[in-house]
């Protein structure tokens, strides 16, 4: 059921998503926050004024992250943006994830906290092997909480098990339309390389998030992409 903040219960609803690749994970996710999202006002943050629709707390699993293609798509009958696509993902990975230079507009990039965690893991597993659970890749800082838009990718912990390479990663708010597609094939490639430094095979991607959220102007972009009406309050139907 589709909620908003004069819901009756204060009760929150966590939401497991079993994921075959990154398309059909994003798939599920739209499909799923029409059912179990809440719908609130931002009052504070990235589009202040207007209304997201938001899980309590989600946590995906996808079983199979490398499998081509790492975006997903829109079918040509269905007239809505692309969330993204491949050339766009390779260059977050590049110039965003990979690399340590900042524009000068930016307060921080991700990849001036990545790449320096990357070495230390690949670092920490060639030299003490794989069974450790020390190799975790910190993004976030404390003194993030004063920046005007701290960062949403949090961590990326890492685990080897059976000659595979794990992620599990933590966003505190997560765009499910505009970001995550781009998001998880960025770290997906991240993870690619990793496993490729150590010669080990490509393993799981777990998320979670207690913000994966779709905004307002978004709504009916999902509701023609899942190819189904939600007519019940507060959710745009």
């Avoid at 007239?79 to 993204?84: D, I, L, N, Q, Y």
């Avoid at 905004?215 to 009406?229: F, P």
Wanted: hydrophobic share 35%.
């Amino acid at each position: 059921m589709t909620r908003s903040n004069d819901h009756e219960t204060s009760e929150l609803v966590p939401v497991v998503i079993n994921a075959f690749d990154l398309p059909d994970a994003w798939f599920q996710l739209l499909y799923k926050i029409f059912d179990h999202g809440r719908v609130y006002p931002v009052e504070r943050g990235s589009f202040a004024g207007t209304r997201r629709l938001e899980f309590d707390f989600m946590v995906l699993r996808v079983e199979t992250p490398k499998k081509r293609p790492l975006v997903p798509d829109i079918p040509p009958d269905i007239s809505v943006p692309v969330p993204s696509d491949i050339g766009y993902a390779e260059e977050y990975f590049a110039r965003y994830l990979m690399s340590t230079e900042r524009a000068e507009n930016e307060q921080y990039t991700y990849g001036e906290r990545i790449v320096p965690g990357v070495e230390k893991v690949l670092e920490i597993y060639r030299r003490d092997g794989f069974g450790t659970n020390q190799a975790c890749i910190e993004v976030a800082r404390p003194e993030d909480i004063d920046l005007e838009d701290p960062p949403c990718l949090r961590l990326v912990d890492t685990r080897i098990r059976d000659g595979r390479l794990h992620f599990y990663v933590y966003f505190r708010s997560w765009d499910l339309w505009g970001g995550l597609p781009t998001n998880l094939a960025g770290l997906q490639l991240v993870k690619e390389y990793i496993a490729s430094e150590l010669g080990v095979e490509d393993g799981m991607i777990t998320a979670c998030s207690k913000g994966l959220h779709l905004y307002e102007y978004t709504w009916e972009w999902a509701k023609q992409r899942i190819r189904k009406r939600f007519d019940k309050p507060g959710a745009g139907g």
